[in-house]
């Protein structure tokens, strides 16, 4: 028998063809199903991110609602001692027997506390009770006593742990008793039992597995539902020993924060005055009421679009292999044309760019106080902190807008322009619109950025920035603080007389009124939040740091209004003439905020710095310069009391003519 012929050529392409076929049929079925899986994983992280999201907001939510409760409680009973402290007659600090009197007397307001206790400045501490025994004061209550004494400034703080009685929260609540001028004659402080039941939430109407935490500053626990972990500290409860010392370390917000581990949720809101946090702790697992409202519609979407996808790619998959095999058969018959073959030329090589002249006008910008990085057609692109600062827009508000919107007058704008592409430079005195709408003549300098005059740089400066009418004695001049280089309280006050001068009309000698000051302004006086505190927990070497670091934060950011003054101890103050009651309250909480993002640390821990602020308006030709020095520190005052880290506007009650006309 002869040995079977072997296939031709031409058969042997065909079969070749069609294990090719295969192979690429079995690519598409891996793809497809690479495709399905990567949905199903796709889908399962999006319904774990929905429901994380959701259990993140219902969580911070529960939090915010539960500090909001106990910041009314606490602040209901402050307002009620601060009113007996008003109410208060000199008489009942000399003899004590009237304030048992009137504890014993039946629906006496002051029955309402469980003790009185009241410090002279004497050193001696009375106290007052309808209970036979009272809780004592102890070392921290004494303490919190002679504070207020020393900064005339409320506190709230929490007594220790009772063990016989581990249902009730103590807390100790002090007020200042002020004369009629004003000086701090006593303390007097009211312990105030709480039911630590009506301080937590329900907890019958929330999960098993959420727990809920009363803190101080240090850690110990006030409030929760055990009563075991009461009065222990949060390291003994929590074997998490990373997420407890994220709780420590950082500071808690008076917003709600969320803290998430791999098995935990933990959210927090902080008590700004007693400088408590609550603590809600939650499994992070998600649930499975996240699940059942449905796939959302942009997974709809996403299926669809895969499954499309995948069909277009079947069907040019069947077009290539229809016309495949009609060129199969072709090359059986004999009838392939010879194929042409196309060159390809290499890619020019790309050279790096360089870096442009408007890159580099960007980052000298940055060293550049009061300026703007404008394009040619108009468009702010960069506008520093200062210059933020004297319009009263934020950066990233500033920087989407137009010169149009903040140049007052078109015309100036035209003007600007020609000179900057006739001359590459112009110096004069343009009128800009700030956010609250009042019209801010400046002197201006302005300049091309780059060669190709596509951006300019606007420098901004007050004409009466560095303008004083009453020449200042060199004591004055002297009277320099050596920690933060700022001018003292004198030389403030000549300042605030030289505004006085420098705000009335100026006659020439044709008889018209030249360029003066504006006669309206502001002052603001800021204070810094528990500086004892920080000096007695760390050092008075920290606590200088923060002065001095706080003092440059404030001259840097006010530089282009006015100049900052250091009253003595953590009080500044600044004048701030042609400033609108808007536009400081807008600066004072932008001060707020930039000393609260500042968290400087000490041994490895960090602490949290606030300051309160207080704002007055001031008319040069009406008001004194002590009263309005007085009424901002009230309005700080004021600041403090509502819970510190914000801006309380106050008002000048006393009005006088000035007299400088006369000199």
Known sequence: MTAPAPPSPAVQLALSVRQGQRRVLCVLVALALAVMLWSVYWLSRTFEARAQEQLQTQQALEADLWARMLSARLEASQRLLSAIAQGMHTSLLDKPEILDALMRQEGS???????????????????????????????????????????????????????????????LLTVPIRQVDGQVSAALAAMVKYPVA??????????????????????????????????????????????????????????????????????????????????????????????????????????????LGLAGLSSWWWRRQCAGCSHTQQMLAGSVQSAAVEHVPEAALVQPPRKSALDQARAALGAMPCALLLHMQGKVLLMTSQASVLLGYCKPEAESMTLQQLVVHPSSCTQVQRALQEMTRFEGVVAMRKKDGDVLQVLLSAWTADEDARACVWQLQLPWRHRLAVVMPDAAHAARDSLTGLSGREAFLWNMQSWVVASMPVHAGNGQAQEQ???????????????????????????????????????????????????????????????????????????????????????????????????????????????????????????????????????????????????
Request: proline content about 6%; hydrophobic content about 40%.
């Open 198 to 307: 009506l301080l937590l939430p329900d907890v019958l109407t929330q999960p098993e597995a959420s727990q809920y935490y009363l803190l101080d500053r240090t850690g110990v626990v006030l409030a929760h539902a055990d009563s075991t972990q009461r009065g222990s500290s949060i390291q003994q409860a929590w074997p998490d020993r990373q997420l407890v010392q994220r709780l420590l370390e950082q500071p808690a917000s008076h917003h709600a924060e969320n803290l998430q581990t791999a098995t935990q949720l933990l959210t927090r809101v902080g008590l700004p005055l007693p400088q408590w946090q609550v603590v809600l702790l939650s499994d992070a697992a998600p649930t499975m009421s996240a699940w059942r409202p449905g796939l959302p519609w942009q997974s709809w979407l996403w299926l669809l679009g895969g499954t």
């Open 517 to 663: 000051m504006p006669a309206q302004g502001c002052v603001l006086f800021a204070d810094l939040d528990h500086l004892g505190m920080l000096n007695e927990s760390t050092s008075r070497d920290m606590g200088n740091q923060v002065l001095a670091h706080v003092a440059r934060l404030l001259s840097s950011y006010l530089q282009p209004l006015g100049d900052v003054a250091r009253l003595g101890g953590d009080e500044f103050v600044v004048l701030l003439p042609g400033v609108s009651l808007a536009h400081a309250q807008c600066i004072g909480q932008a001060l707020c905020d930039a000393v609260w993002q500042w968290q400087p640390s000490w041994h490895g821990e960090r602490y949290w710095i606030s300051i309160s602020v207080g704002v007055v308006a001031v008319d040069a030709q009406r008001h004194a310069p002590e009263e309005a020095l007085r009424a901002a520190d009230m309005a700080c005052y004021e600041a403090k009391r509502r819970g510190r880290c914000q801006v309380a506007v106050g008002q000048i009650s006393a009005q006088y003519h000035s007299t400088a006309a006369d000199d």
């Open 109 to 171: 307001v002051l029955s309402l506390f469980e003790s009185l206790h009241v410090a002279l400045p004497s050193g001696v501490v009375s106290q007052h009770s309808l209970a036979a025994q009272s809780a004592a004061l102890g070392p921290d209550g004494l303490s919190a006593l002679r504070r207020t004494m020393a900064e005339g400034k409320p506190t709230v703080s929490a007594m220790p742990y009772q063990q016989e009685e581990p249902q009730y929260l103590y807390v």
